[in-house]
């Protein structure tokens, strides 16, 4: 009898398989923003719009990754995507649980476009207008506080 019990449960485990939830472990981990550059936003009559705290998403893990499962962000932070190239970019917002406000920019450092408000868990495709090296993300609503324009400066730096 025990040996039959023991058989059924292993079969029902390898036909409905027996691993853990992954979405509630990935939720459980601790997504605190990680500090790991700096930047500054400018204006072209040369004033500061903002001063930015960055996390990095700058690996293929990073980038998919995103802003999934973080639950805020405040107005002086943000994520900045790095890629190795200057394409346009599509971004969206699926299992992304925070408003954000998606900015484009060229490798020259220069706001291409953005997007404000994006919806959490919006599947839509949010494309660059031109060819952008790196994507910001910040809180929603930021864009139109800073008075942010397509052309402004962005500056950046790793912290050591």
Request: charged share 30%; hydrophobic share 40%; proline share 2%.
């Amino acid at each position: 009898m025990r040996k039959l019990f023991l058989g059924t449960l292993i079969l029902t485990c390898l036909l409905h398989g027996c691993k853990p939830d992954q979405e509630a472990e990935m939720r459980a981990r601790d997504w605190s923003f990680k500090n790991e550059a700096q930047a500054v936003l400018i204006n072209k009559e040369k004033d500061t719009l903002q001063q930015l705290k960055l996390e990095l998403a700058d690996t293929d893990y990073t980038i998919q990754l995103g802003m999934m499962y973080r639950e805020q962000l405040t107005e002086d932070q943000g994520m900045l995507f790095v890629f190795n190239d200057s394409r346009p970019r599509f971004f969206y917002m699926k299992n992304t649980d925070v408003p954000l406000d998606i900015i484009y920019i060229t490798a020259n450092n220069r706001i291409d476009s953005y997007y404000t408000n994006a919806v959490p868990k919006d599947e839509t495709l949010l494309k660059s207008k031109g060819e952008a090296q790196y994507v910001l993300e910040v809180k929603a609503g930021m864009v139109e506080k800073w008075n942010l324009k397509e052309g402004d400066l962005f500056k950046w730096q790793k912290i050591n």
